[in-house]
């Protein structure tokens, strides 16, 4: 009685050893991967040319069963490939082929995946160099060159926003300058915007006839255009056109440097 107890014992904990390894998903035993829904819908649309669309369908039955080493070795074909052009992906197409052969060792693709991950490593070399690249720093880099698109973006549409900035605040500035030359304040009375300033006054500007009509007037410190402008009361614009020198290299702007005066245009 007890050898047929023992018996019993032993083969129902077999029994149950077998149903146990059966129903582990991870062997692939009674999964057929290449059923899955998204697996089949990326297969059809990679018939129909859809990259992008393909992509998304394995991703979606890799997210769905992580261990479906046929989606891995389809994205990894379209990354790996160039004539997939923008989504040629060297470092992705190794991540995927390290994820098949890890989960099929005894894939029928496992010479030629030697192979192809040998390339992708080369191609990864020529941006970065360095050693062979683990599993780990792989997938570090996919996520730092996706970040790193990104912040490119971003700092592009941050230099055009700073450029428009930049234009709206020169023509705000040429407005306020024109309007102040146009309404001057504080002139002694008797004294317009286009009399010369009087002979030994403290503003140590200099007034002196040219033989083409027009006066002269030598930058004093911390003096710019603007300031010379508003002090004889001609218009910005003006003053610019008459010294395009000075207009065009503001570092000139110096002390002791001459600026022509243009008479003022009614």
Excluded at 65 to 82: G, V
């Amino acid at each position: 009685m007890k050898f047929w107890a023992g018996l019993m014992q032993f083969l129902a904990v077999a029994l149950f050893a077998v149903i146990a390894m059966g129903c582990d998903p991870t062997t692939g035993s009674n999964v057929n991967h290449e059923d899955d829904p998204d697996f089949v819908r990326g297969k059809n649309r990679l018939a129909r040319k859809d990259i992008a669309g393909s992509i998304l369908s394995f991703e979606k039955a890799i997210a769905n069963n992580p261990a479906n080493d046929f989606a891995h070795f389809e994205l990894a074909l379209i990354f790996y490939s160039p004539s997939s052009e923008d989504h040629t992906d060297y470092v992705a197409a190794c991540y995927h082929l390290q994820r098949h052969i890890l989960l099929k060792p005894d894939s029928k693709h496992a010479n030629n995946i030697v192979g192809m991950i040998k390339v992708c490593k080369k191609e990864i070399a020529k941006d970065i160099a360095m050693a062979p690249i683990p599993l780990s720093e792989i997938n570090a880099i996919h996520t730092l060159r996706t970040k790193l698109a990104k912040a490119n973006a971003d700092n592009a549409n941050l230099k055009t926003q700073v450029e428009a900035m930049r234009g709206r605040l020169n023509q705000k500035g040429e407005e306020v300058v024109g309007a102040l030359v146009s309404k001057p304040v504080g002139l002694p009375l008797g004294q317009s915007p286009l009399s010369s300033p009087p002979r030994g006054s403290t503003t140590g500007s200099s007034d002196l006839p040219a033989a083409n009509g027009r006066r002269t007037h030598k930058l004093k410190p911390r003096e710019s255009l603007y300031s010379v402008a508003r002090q004889y009361g001609v218009p910005f614009a003006q003053l610019k056109a008459a010294n395009p020198r000075l207009a065009r290299n503001p570092r000139d702007l110096k002390p002791g440097v001459t600026v022509n005066i243009p008479l003022k245009r009614n």
